[in-house]
């Protein structure tokens, strides 16, 4: 606990800075960073990119927060249970801060090559029927090398293992159901640290994607209204 409190605290002790900062834009995408918007799941890992174009800036950390819902048809289904308590269970869930090979190439890591830490999580709102999931990693800020403005940088991976995704009803202990039941994906807060702690938000370019929901069904992004909560209410989570 108390090396997650202090973790949460070195991301983003400094205050949002209220300026109109030209540090790039952040996107999802499904199965690369520049990939579909829309994604017929299927059986083994699906996965979903967050990359950022136009960043030039010094940085030391950054932030990338997710909703995922179902707007009209209610809470999200078993399919997409990713948490700890969920039918899934968080170990079919990878969310990763280093490019994977199959991209970084064309979609280098923004850290850089060395040491960081993070806090990664994906957790399920029974009240509203959402799941929320985050990356937060922090690095030297000596990191900071030759960005280039012109290159798409990733910021991080969730590899969704549906290999025991289906449609229909679940059934306990074998499968998990609903896969069909299309989902939004929605970015909620995203921003980045500078080497003197200021946070500054990064635009958005690309808000949201689906699942199985190519006429967008869900009313993406309507399906997950933004999480207006603070890096000071996250920490107090920590404290309980």
Known sequence: MK??????????????????????????????????????????????????????????????????GSGNAGAIRDAWRFDADGCQGSSFLTINHL?????????????????????????????????????????????????NPAVRYFLANWAFDHTYSVNGATTPGVDCGGLEVGVCIHITKTSWLTPGGVEFPWAISGEYVTANDAANATGCPGATPADNRTWGSVKAQYKR
Do not use: E
């Open 99 to 147: 490019a994977p090979a199959a991209v970084v190439k064309a979609c280098p890591t923004f850290q850089g090559a060395n040491t960081s830490y993070q806090l990664k999580d994906y957790s399920f709102d029974a009240l509203t029927g959402k799941a929320r999931t985050y990356l937060a990693n922090t690095y030297p800020a000596s990191n900071f090398t030759n960005v």
């Open 3 to 68: 090396v997650t409190r202090f973790l949460l605290s070195a991301l983003f002790l400094g205050a949002m800075a209220n300026s109109a900062f030209a540090a790039g834009a952040v996107s999802i995408n499904w199965d690369s960073c520049v990939g579909p918007l829309n994604k017929s799941i299927v059986p083994g890992v699906n996965n979903l990119y967050a990359s950022v174009l136009g960043h030039d800036q010094p940085h030391q950390a950054y932030q990338v927060w997710l909703s995922l």
